[in-house]
């Protein structure tokens, strides 16, 4: 990648988190840390960032402010509030980027996402413009139907589970959400295929777990005591 390219990172930390039993998990502690700020941090450690913008719920803006203070992010550019869904609150994160010419979007709820796997994403984003983590799934999958009877047995070998980040060329992601309009997407790339761009798979990392439930939280912490970070 050409290094005269700017890398923006949008970080997307706006949802409810309906399933954490009240708990808020994007401040929840996870190793004394708030989980939103080692997201955060990790990407101002990345060299290859040159902006970062977070994007939160409306309830969490002055305590994301507050940690931008306390933990000096140089290249936090912007806290912005997100939109009712999730693609929402990228269009808002994008439309915060300055001449950056690529973009790492990531889910503030996967808190063990390494520098590494920043990187190998942009270098795995090259060849197409667009490339996601992703690992093989574990577990055979069955297609069901309203039924509940099985339809299909898909091959394992051929199925991943997508996680973040997604790596994209700005133009890309940007042309893609304006392309899709209103439809719904469950996750950034889906997008960017309906538009009619190839979308690379990289190998992820089977710990970059996504908090949603406070088990995931309790194995994180397990997880980070383990890798010693």
């Known amino acids: 990648m050409d290094s005269q390219q700017k890398v923006g990172a949008i970080i997307v930390a706006a949802g409810d988190g309906k399933r954490m039993g009240g708990a808020d998990k994007l401040m929840a502690l996870l190793g004394g840390e708030p989980v939103i700020a080692r997201v955060v941090s990790t990407f101002e450690s990345c060299k290859l960032i040159s902006q970062i913008v977070l994007v939160l719920s409306e309830a969490n803006l002055e305590r994301g402010r507050r940690l931008a203070a306390d933990y000096n992010w140089s290249k936090l550019s912007d806290i912005c509030p997100g939109g009712q869904r999730r693609q929402d609150s990228v269009v808002a994160g994008i439309a915060r980027l300055r001449d950056c010419a690529w973009v790492v979007i990531h889910d503030g709820a996967r808190p063990l996402v390494s520098e590494d796997l920043i990187s190998r994403g942009l270098s795995a984003a090259e060849a197409t413009g667009a490339a996601v983590a992703a690992v093989p799934v574990t577990d055979t999958i069955k297609v069901a139907g309203d039924d509940m009877l099985v339809r299909e047995t898909p091959p394992r070998r051929k199925l991943w589970a997508v996680q973040t980040p997604q ?3 700005l133009a890309t992601i940007a042309g893609a959400y304006r392309h899709i309009g209103d ?10 295929e309906q538009s009619g761009h190839r979308v690379k798979l990289y190998m992820g990392a089977y710990d970059n777990i996504k908090i949603t439930t406070p088990s995931d939280l309790a194995l994180a912490e397990v997880l980070l005591k383990e890798h010693g970070r």
């Open 183 to 192: 439809n719904d997407v469950t996750d950034d790339a889906a997008a960017v």
């Open 167 to 169: 790596v994209f060329r």
